[in-house]
């Protein structure tokens, strides 16, 4: 049941995020460096970023536009899209397994989980998905465009940089409006008095019910390049 459980939070999770970077067992995996709405092409081609993508055909795309594709999923580090997922569902695993078997027992059982996970749902599988979303969605006129700005300077330390920033960003946000909340809702406890003691802190005293527990942090939405 634990197992269950603990997979259904990670479907949820990555679901919600499309990961790029160095994979973490406490956290699912952050967001690509590249972010839906912002320009991902110089000045110069900024005329060319008012035509729309046009849409590849059902299928495998041509092996070039597909060579492409891979060579922009590279050089923004979304290759590693699969192997960050596939490590934090392993590593999701592994604790709910540890809390429900004897260690030695633990330790065989993921020996066998990571083998078959490598032939059942390969790292690779997830990159060759992305690749045929990106073809529907971008021209090839589109992924050469992407690549020569990710190739730039600027697009590297995009590349780099972005990610932290959006971190950074997405938890003094969150940080604001959960101290914005609770202002909000000490206000309202003159109407609601039942507030009162649910916004009392946990070690006011022994006849204090336990105080709000803080909501998890939203996650980064789906990054996609943009033109």
């Known amino acids: ?17 499309l990961p790029a970077q160095t994979p973490s067992t406490s956290a699912p995996p952050k967001a690509p460096a590249h972010q839906p709405g912002m320009p991902a092409q110089s000045a110069s081609s900024s005329s060319q970023a008012q035509k729309p993508a046009t849409p590849a055909p059902a299928g495998k795309p041509d092996p070039a536009k597909d060579a ?4 922009l999923l590279d050089i923004t580090e979304t290759s590693k899209l699969g ?14 397994l540890s809390q ?20 059942d749902a ?9 690749v045929a ?13 992407l690549i020569q700005f990710y190739e730039s300077p600027l697009g590297q330390r995009v590349v780099k940089a972005l990610p932290r920033a959006a971190k950074e960003s997405q938890d003094l946000g969150v940080q604001m409006q959960e101290k914005g909340a609770m202002t909000v809702l000490q206000g309202l406890s003159t109407d609601y008095p039942e507030l009162k003691q649910m916004l009392r802190p946990p070690d006011a005293g022994s006849d204090a019910g336990p105080g709000p527990q803080k909501a998890p942090a939203p996650q980064a939405a789906p990054a996609q390049p943009s033109k």
């Open 83 to 96: 192997d960050s997922i596939n490590q934090y569902v392993t590593d999701q695993v592994h604790q709910a």
């Open 122 to 130: 390969p790292a690779s599988a997830v990159t060759d998905a992305s």
């Open 133 to 145: 979303v990106y073809a529907r969605s971008f021209s090839m006129e589109d992924i050469q465009g």
């Open 1 to 17: 049941m634990r197992i269950r459980v603990a997979l259904i939070a990670v479907a949820l999770l990555t679901a919600s995020v």
């Open 100 to 119: 429900a078997m004897p260690p030695e027992r633990v330790t065989k059982l993921m020996s066998s989980f990571t083998e078959k996970m490598a032939v």
């Open 68 to 71: 492409a594709i891979r060579h």
